[in-house]
């Protein structure tokens, strides 16, 4: 009942940008905590970004943080990633969540989000 859609990955070169943005059908969008994680191939899925009901509170992986935005626009039930400096090493499937929640305690952990979209690649070249 609850989907969640990610779009707007794509081959980019380094020190590019792009911005993913996940299209959410559910009841009240703004009763969701929001987060990004990504997996990159033989790895375990990693988080990325996080972020509160109202987009106020935002919690970031060290490995993006001061590149990466982590926004969202409840009147449109979407949440975004812009990424920029794009690195090879930011090369990945990325995955929106959401969990049934105003906010995450504990944003990092994956076990704390209750719906997760399909994914979408991001391969950034050197």
């Known amino acids: 009942q609850v989907q969640l859609v990610e779009s707007g990955g794509g081959l980019v070169q380094a020190g590019g940008s792009l911005r993913l943005s996940c299209a959410a059908s559910?009841?009240?969008?703004?009763?969701?905590?929001m987060g990004w994680f990504r997996q990159a191939p033989g790895k375990e899925r990693e988080f990325v970004a996080a972020?509160?009901?109202?987009?106020?509170?935002?919690a970031y992986a060290d490995s993006v943080k001061g590149r990466f935005t982590i926004s969202r626009d409840n009147a449109k039930n979407t949440a975004y990633l812009q990424m920029n400096s794009l690195k090879p090493e930011d090369t990945a499937v990325y995955y929106c969540?959401?969990?049934?929640?105003?906010?995450?305690?504990?944003?990092?952990?994956?076990?704390?989000?209750?719906?997760w979209g399909q994914g979408t690649q991001v391969t950034v070249s050197s």
């Open positions: 972020t509160n009901w109202a987009g106020s509170n935002q």
């Open positions: 969540a959401a969990a049934n929640v105003y906010s995450l305690t504990w944003p990092r952990l994956r076990n704390n989000y209750n719906y």
């Open positions: 559910v009841g009240t969008f703004s009763n969701y905590a």
